[in-house]
């Protein structure tokens, strides 16, 4: 009987064993080939490919409150990744600043089908208009990772307020979330 138990628990640990080998590798370090072939895993989401939502906002009603603008986008070409987090700039004529990214979130990578859905928001702090620390923004630039191209919509939410200056805005970027089912 004692035979038969060691028997089950080499077998168990051999079978285990077995299962641990990804098949990357003939045991001496030559690769035999076997990679991910997914064609969506290194195909980022492009914003020609996929449409675009802002709002509606949850506007700042006034200078010190916080305002969210939420952002959803559908892909409407072939597959593709979001993989970080989404890159917005304010912009007021000549004037621009980065908005960084939600230090509490983290990105995930994303693989949207066509159809699917994904969102991130925006929340910002309202400004003084005329402050010099606020950015009287008049646009929001969009642009997602991996990606060479941004495209802009009209802010209408009113001056932004800025950390130390107008540079620094105080407001920050979540990461992509699925969106829908």
């Known amino acids: 009987m004692r035979a038969i138990a060691i028997t089950v628990t080499a077998l168990a640990a051999a079978l285990l064993l077995t ?29 020609g490919a996929v449409g675009l939502q802002v ?4 506007a700042a009603p006034a200078a010190g409150d916080t305002g969210n603008v939420p952002v959803t986008l559908t892909n409407q070409g072939a597959a593709c990744t979001l993989d970080g987090f989404p890159g917005l700039t304010l912009a007021a004529g000549s004037d621009t600043a980065a908005v960084p990214q939600d230090k509490t979130g983290q990105a995930q990578k994303l693989t949207l089908a ?13 400004g003084k208009a005329g402050d010099a620390k606020s950015l009287a923004a008049t646009s ?25 200056d107008a ?15």
């Open 140 to 164: 929001l630039k969009i642009a997602l990772p991996g990606a060479s191209d941004a495209k802009s919509y009209p802010w209408s939410y009113g001056p932004v307020q800025g950390k130390s």
């Open 19 to 47: 299962a641990c080998d990804s098949g990357g590798s003939d045991g001496d370090g030559t690769d035999t080939g076997s990679k991910n072939t997914d064609t969506t895993e290194n195909t980022a989401c492009r914003l």
């Open 167 to 181: 540079a620094h805005p105080d407001a920050s970027v979540t990461a992509f979330q699925q969106a829908g089912d």
């Open 114 to 126: 066509k159809g699917d859905t994904a969102s991130f928001t925006l929340t910002y702090v309202r």
């Open 55 to 58: 709002g509606p906002a949850n």
